[in-house]
């Protein structure tokens, strides 16, 4: 049993532990298969089980694929689509899949909206949304997610727009002065029960990201 502590995610009604390993770092270095392999698997050792990843971490989604094997189903693993559109998302999952080696994901996630226009492109006919309810309904994905790390604001509209499963964010020490994402996305995913007050950070990554429940 890992000593890391655990938490719900969102509304998944999932647990995973509260300290996740992310897709950037090494994980987003081409050619580091010797570093990256084996920072995956000892991650798993250590108990963790939540990984994140994303379409556009240049290689972590193959060393994903090359360290997970048959501990694939011991952990709760994440990838994202920063494409806006259902062809091309759907595109992207299939690479995601296999270049990861699996067949479904625990969470896919609509990445790193900054403006209006990207949830209305989302949202339009051909949009990502209809990507996100097609690949739930063929069990290529389990839960859907929103990713957000520009705009707290346009966050809380996404939102507002699909009903998401889990919500990222980050949070730095700038947090409470300028664009508080805790404050402002924060606030309106509590009210959406994505939330309830404790969170999951996430290492592998530029900066914290903030995955609540």
Known sequence: MSAIPLTLLGKTGETVTR????????????????????????????????????????????????????RRKQIFLCSKTHDRTKKGSLRFLETS????????????????????????????????????????????VRFIGITGHFDPTILVKGIQLYPFDTILMPVNPCEPHYLSF?????????????????????????????LFN
């Open 182 to 210: 805790l404050e402002i996305a924060a606030t309106e995913a509590r009210k959406k029960n994505l939330i309830n007050g404790t969170f999951s950070t996430g290492f592998g990554n530029s900066f914290f990201n903030v």
């Open 97 to 140: 899949l296999k270049n990861m080696k699996t067949d479904y994901l625990d969470l896919w996630q609509f990445h790193d909206i900054r403006t209006e226009s990207d949830l209305d492109q989302a949202s339009s006919p051909g949009g990502c949304l209809q990507a996100f309810d097609e690949a739930q309904k063929a069990g290529s």
């Open 19 to 70: 300290l996740g390993l992310g897709g950037e770092g090494v994980l987003r270095t081409y050619g580091r298969e010797d570093d990256a392999v084996p920072l995956i698997q000892r991650a798993v050792d250590l108990g963790i089980t939540y990984f994140d990843c994303a379409r556009a971490y240049s290689g972590s989604e193959e060393y994903y694929g090359m360290a997970l094997g048959n």
